[in-house]
């Protein structure tokens, strides 16, 4: 079956702390990719991470790919009231015909 | 560059009509996908179409179809509306089909089904 694990599914947390969403993904992929979503709103593309290693890096947000493991982290660093959002990762599976696999979704509410 | 535009934005319909939604990829993009958005479901995958040829299809039923016109513009067509079909349907446009780069994503289309 081809899914998706984001945990946690909701995080509330105080400015000035980090924290880490996680990825996981349930079949061979070298193509991860991380959105965000304001509320009512469309979806953000943040990283494309196509390669076992790969780390990029916007601003407070740092998200990086272990193709072995099937597992992306998107790490937030001293977080702002700003990143509150809910944040997606989705992947393609290798040998597919390229659609699109989600994850639930990552609730992030940052508190002033 | 202007981004994907998605008409309309709200819609209301009651149970048994059909709806049509519309897509505008960023200009340039020759690869549109749709999918819908609801609570329970999350983020589910309907097609994708490139140069006006479905390419692939997520697993909805019959009802769901979509075409793709020689200017990449695209469109959904839902018939028969059920209730559970109330849902965000997002439009997302890249340059080429099966990535790798990313999708870009409309504002997307709020459908309520009475």
């Known amino acids: 079956e081809l899914k998706v694990e984001q945990n946690p599914l909701f995080l509330s947390m105080q400015e000035g702390k980090n924290y880490t969403i996680y990825c996981n993904y349930s079949t061979t992929s070298d193509r991860l990719y991380w959105y965000r979503q304001d509320p009512g709103k469309s979806l953000e593309s943040l990283f494309v991470?196509?390669?076992n290693g790969a780390v990029k890096q916007e601003g407070r947000l740092m998200a990086s790919l272990d193709t072995k493991a099937r597992l992306s982290t998107l790490h937030i660093t001293a977080a702002v009231h700003d990143l509150s959002a809910t944040y997606f990762c989705?992947?393609?599976?290798?040998?597919?015909?390229?659609?699109?696999?989600w994850g639930a979704g990552t609730k992030l509410i940052i508190k002033p | 560059k202007a981004g994907v535009t998605q008409t309309p934005r709200y819609l209301i319909k009651t149970r048994g009509q059909q709806v049509t939604l519309s897509c505008s990829p960023i200009?340039?993009?020759?690869?549109v996908s749709w999918y819908q958005q609801t609570p329970g479901q999350g983020l589910q995958f309907l097609f994708e179409?490139?140069?006006?040829?479905?390419?692939n299809k997520g697993n909805f039923p019959g009802r769901f179809s979509g075409r793709q016109f020689s200017n990449s513009r695209s469109e959904m067509n839902v018939s028969t509306l059920e209730l559970g079909d109330s849902a965000l349907y997002l439009c997302a446009s890249s340059y080429q089909a099966g990535g790798p780069e990313t999708q870009y994503f409309g504002p997307g289309t709020r459908l309520l089904v009475l």
């Open positions: 179409y490139f140069s006006e040829t479905q390419r």
């Open positions: 991470l196509l390669s």
């Open positions: 200009s340039g993009h020759r690869s």
């Open positions: 989705a992947f393609i599976p290798s040998d597919s015909n390229y659609q699109l696999i």
